[in-house]
């Protein structure tokens, strides 16, 4: 099986800190050694604290833990508002840069980006759009069939809370055929599907010092947040082991707004995607943050 990692910032962010212990899983604490990928959405300059469009995108066949470029981007810290991060065990595709997570596509002029952690048996769905694989998983295959059918269900990109209702429609025709961790963003959002296992954490003022599970590090982010600073984690395996990492239960569909927990506007979605809400002001007269999560 693989690990995921994203995060949803209020403002834009550096996952340097959380992405430096997650990267260790990739074959130094743990086994998933077959690739990784990171992918970055990026703010223009001229609107720093608006979620962006444009996408920084880096994979690697080597196991992260010995990646040289998994080590540049663990001392380089790129600023974002949504980030979907992948090590990978191989099950289902060779080890090969084609089958490294995440994967991107462009839909409504938007890039997306979707990485998934599981095995889906007897999973053939007809592919008849613009969609295709480039490789060999079956991860693939589920996101090129999720935006076709995502494509054929709206006309341009829908509101977070349509594409949301639209998504709990879908997933569980995937998720029948075996185990379906996801992650998914086009910049606006970062949503979260746990079909097994998927935990999440809000930080957010009053910042508290955390202790990384996988290198021997503590920090007080405190020192370096702010207190307008607020973001998710989500994550398959808890990266620290002082904080209070909330377990997604199975078929829990999350989506992850602003730093926070989305709302799910139509009433009768709610209870399909058991979505809360963290109620949220953020001002783009706010300066960005430049601090590691």
């Given amino acids: 099986m693989c690990q995921l990692l994203g995060m949803n910032s209020r ?9 430096s212990g997650f990267s260790q899983r990739g074959g130094g604490t743990d086994h998933h050694a077959d690739g ?19 996408l920084r995108y880096f994979v690697d066949r ?22 979907i991060a992948h090590v990978r065990k191989a099950t289902v595709g060779a080890v090969m840069l084609e089958n490294c997570h995440p994967f991107v596509r462009e839909l409504w002029g938007r890039y997306w980006v979707f990485a998934h952690n599981g095995d889906l048996k007897d999973y053939l769905p007809r592919l008849h759009g613009s969609f295709r694989p480039v490789g060999n998983t079956d991860s693939e295959l589920a996101f090129c069939w999720l935006l076709q059918e995502l494509a054929k269900s709206h006309a341009g990109v829908p509101t977070v809370e349509e594409f949301t209702c639209t998504l709990s429609e879908l997933v569980p025709q995937i998720s029948r055929h075996g185990t379906f961790n996801f992650l998914l963003s086009n910049g606006q959002a970062l949503w979260a599907h746990a079909s097994t296992k998927l935990h999440y954490v809000l930080r957010q003022h009053p910042f508290t010092e955390i202790r990384l599970k ?21 994550v398959t395996e808890p990266l620290t082991t002082n904080e209070d990492w909330i377990a997604m239960q199975p078929g829990e569909l999350q989506v992850f707004t602003d730093g926070g927990i989305a709302p799910c506007a139509r009433a009768g979605c709610a209870p399909v995607c058991q979505l ?18």
């Avoid at 990784?36 to 444009?54: C, D, V």
């Fill in 214 to 234: 996988d290198e021997d590090v503590s920090v007080d982010l405190a020192d370096l947040n702010s207190p307008q600073d607020r973001l998710a984690i989500v």
């Fill in 276 to 293: 809360a809400r963290i109620c949220s002001s953020a001002s783009t007269n706010i300066s960005a943050t430049s601090n590691p999560v």
């Fill in 11 to 19: 403002l834009p962010a550096s996952l340097t800190l959380s992405f």
């Fill in 62 to 83: 080597q196991g992260a833990s010995t990646s040289p470029m998994a080590d540049m981007l663990r001392r380089y810290p790129i600023k974002s508002h949504n980030v």
């Fill in 36 to 54: 990784w990928g990171i992918a970055f959405f990026e703010s223009e300059q001229a609107t720093p604290n608006t979620p962006g469009r444009g």
